[in-house]
């Protein structure tokens, strides 16, 4: 059974930074890519960004561009989301979702398996 499990959300004010995490079980991890959405009260869930699992090739949402960093360690079958000045905009839920699928991450549809989520607030 796979399971993947978001940790390190919070509360934090503008400027900020909080460090996501999201430990995976029940598949071939380093197989998989991995990919980070949101979802803010009443709108949509949103991509953020995407590490694939052969190559490490990352890819990120304009609006976080340059302010958040998508890395994994295959070893501990994690992703993980650093966010560096944070923005009330970023307030959400934050998932991760894995995909058996080495492009087209940026889109829901190519993922198989998703997380329960993490709240991020940010304070302004």
């Known amino acids: 059974q796979v399971q993947l499990v978001e940790s390190g959300g919070g509360l934090v004010q503008a400027g900020g930074s909080l460090r996501l995490s999201c430990a995976a079980s029940g598949l071939t991890f380093s197989s998989y890519g991995m990919g980070w959405f949101r979802q803010a009260p009443g709108k949509e869930r949103e991509f953020v960004a995407t590490i694939a699992g052969s190559s490490g090739i990352t890819f990120y949402a304009d609006s976080v561009k340059g302010r958040f960093t998508i890395s994994r360690d295959n070893a501990k079958n994690t992703v993980y989301l650093q966010m560096n000045s944070l923005k009330p905009d970023d307030t959400a839920v934050y998932y991760c979702?894995?995909?058996?699928?080495?492009?087209?991450?940026?889109?829901?549809?190519?993922?198989?398996?998703w997380g329960q989520g993490t709240q991020v607030t940010v304070s302004s």
């Open positions: 979702a894995a995909s058996a699928r080495n492009n087209g991450l940026r889109f829901q549809y190519a993922y198989n398996y």
